[in-house]
T-cell receptor
Framework: GIQVEQSPPDLILQEGANSTLRCNFS?????LQWFHQNPWGQLINLFY???GTKQNGRLSATTVATERYSLLYISSSQTTDSGVYFC????????????FGQGTTLQVKP | NAGVTQTPKFQVLKTGQSMTLQCAQD?????MYWYRQDPGMGLRLIYY???????DKGEVPNGYNVSRLNKREFSLRLESAAPSQTSVYFC????????????FGPGTRLTVL
């Protein structure tokens, strides 16, 4: 089956710093989403981005489907950005099920 | 518009007990999903329902059953709980199976002693 690999696994930043999280996938995908799981366990939708570039405030994402990777950019990080960031892909249009990566754990220090 | 709701938020069971996790969505979505998340891992699919009246197994269906009661509601049942089913359970929905964004509920934290 498809492999979804995220890097780095852990990241510690000082407040105000920028960062880039990467998601590599081993096969063609129909859909790609980025999520933020906050310290209370809630999964928050960040981007639905099967291809191209999107921006939402301090966050932006780029997916290059032909090269099988996606990047999540966080600029001017804040302590509220702490948590786990997941990339998830859909391979089969029959099921629509999401295949999740292992996540990147981000800690932003004040 | 509440999105995807789940009950209960927390539950503790003894081995062998049964329970049903409830999920409802008010977005008129066709497809609904149940995932579990174990410590340090991403989510894995248990069961899904592509549309009202249909259900199918995901990656880790053993020990679970589901019911798509109507378009809004999708329940997950543990008939005889085991410690290996200690996990956080998430319900999700999307308008149709593919090419659309999936939305998640707040999760149910289940502990089986």
């Amino acid at each position: 089956g498809i492999q979804v690999e995220q890097s780095p696994p852990d990241l510690i930043l000082q407040e105000g710093a920028n960062s880039t999280l990467r998601c590599n996938f081993s096969d063609s995908v129909n859909n790609l989403q980025w999520f933020h799981q906050n310290p209370w366990g809630q999964l928050i939708n960040l981007f639905y981005i099967p291809s191209g570039t999107k921006q939402n405030g301090r966050l932006s994402a780029t997916t290059v489907a032909t090269e099988r990777y996606s990047l999540l950019y966080i600029s001017s990080s804040q302590t509220t950005d702490s948590g786990v960031y997941f990339c998830a892909v859909v391979v089969s249009s029959n099921t629509g099920k999401l295949i999740f990566g292992q996540g990147t754990t981000l800690q932003v220090k004040p | 518009n509440a999105g995807v709701t789940q009950t209960p938020k927390f539950q503790v069971l003894k081995t062998g007990q049964s329970m049903t996790l409830q999920c409802a969505q008010d977005m008129n979505h066709n497809s609904m999903y149940w995932y579990r998340q174990d410590p340090g891992m991403g989510l894995r699919l248990i069961y899904y329902s592509a549309s009202e009246g249909t259900t199918d197994k995901g990656e880790v269906p053993n020990g679970y059953n589901v019911s798509r009661l109507n378009k809004r509601e999708f329940s997950l049942r543990l008939e005889s709980a085991a410690p290996s089913q200690t996990s956080v359970y998430f319900c999700a929905s999307n308008p149709r199976r593919s090419y659309n964004e999936q939305f998640f509920g707040p999760g149910t934290r289940l502990t089986v002693l």
